[in-house]
Each structure stands twice: as C-alpha cells, then as structure tokens.
C-alpha cells in the first residue's frame, strides 16, 4: 500500500509540475503590434543606400513556447510572424531585468514590463555569412536593413 501512494506521489507531483511549467509558458506567449518601421534599401542607378519607407511591413509578431523542440534549454520560447505562424528565431527565457531577448531574422528585443519591442535587421548592410568580410559589398541583391518598434500584449 505504501508502494502505491508513493508512486501516485510521484504522478501527481509530476503531473503538477508539467502543468506548472506549461502554464508558465503560456503566461508568458505575447502577441507584438508593429507600430512603426523603417528601413533602408540600395539604389544602384545612385549607388547608394536610401530611406526604404514603402518596404513591406509585417502586421505583427508571436512570441510562444519553443514548439521546434531545438535548444529548449538556452531558447524556451520561439518567435513567429503572426499572420502565418512561419518561424523567425529563438527567445531566451526573461532575464533579471525582465528583458526577453530573440535571435533569428535579425533580433528582437522585449521587455516584460513595458511590454515594448525594438527589432532590427542588420543583414545587407553590414556583412554576415560571408567568408571574406571585406570584399563583401552591399548591392541591390542585398536584404534591406530594417528596424520596428512596438508593444505586446499577453494571449
């Protein structure tokens, strides 16, 4: 008899601590409003790079549980566009400072208690996955550099 309550101990509190955790989890999934972007974008007839204020701007971001089952240790939660759940990073747990931060297509940067965002996308302007950085040259081929700012709400 002892046998048996010690192992509904154990399913219990296992049970209970799953649900813990995925409560946890869904406290803290946020649906982020773009509220302002801007961008920049190379012109090759001038050979420079321009403000690029008609890019295409997405409606708003997801940030929910780590559903690819990848680094769930270092990245908890994932960050995926909104309209069509397509996945843009990984996101670290909040830190001490209630700051959340995501790494993917460019970074994002949240913070819990103000429930603002800034996202930038650097790709394009300065070199990344290049394997000599110093030829690298930015052209019309090149991402536009982008930067978003916004708010969350809890879902």
């Known amino acids: 008899m002892k046998t048996i309550n010690k192992t509904m101990h154990w399913i219990l509190l296992g049970s209970a601590l799953s649900l813990s955790i995925t409560t946890h989890a869904f406290e ?5 409003q773009i509220e ?8 090759i007839d001038q050979k420079s790079w321009q403000i690029n204020a008609s890019d295409e701007i997405r409606v708003a971001y997801k940030i929910t549980v780590n559903q690819t089952g990848a680094n769930l240790d270092k990245y908890p939660y994932q960050w995926v566009n909104a309209e069509d759940n397509a996945f843009l990073g990984f996101c670290t747990d909040f830190d001490l400072d209630a700051q959340m ?4 297509l460019g970074k994002l940067e949240f913070h819990k208690d103000t429930k603002r965002f800034l996202f930038v996308n650097d790709k394009g302007y300065v070199p990344y996955n290049s394997p000599r950085p110093k030829y690298y040259i930015a052209d019309s081929q090149s991402p536009a550099p982008t ?3 916004g708010t969350c709400k809890q879902i």
Request: glycine share 10%; with cysteine.
């Open 147 to 149: 930067m978003e700012i």
């Open 36 to 43: 302002h972007q801007t961008g920049f974008i190379y012109h």
């Open 101 to 104: 931060s995501c790494k993917g």
């Open 28 to 32: 803290n999934s946020y649906l982020c």
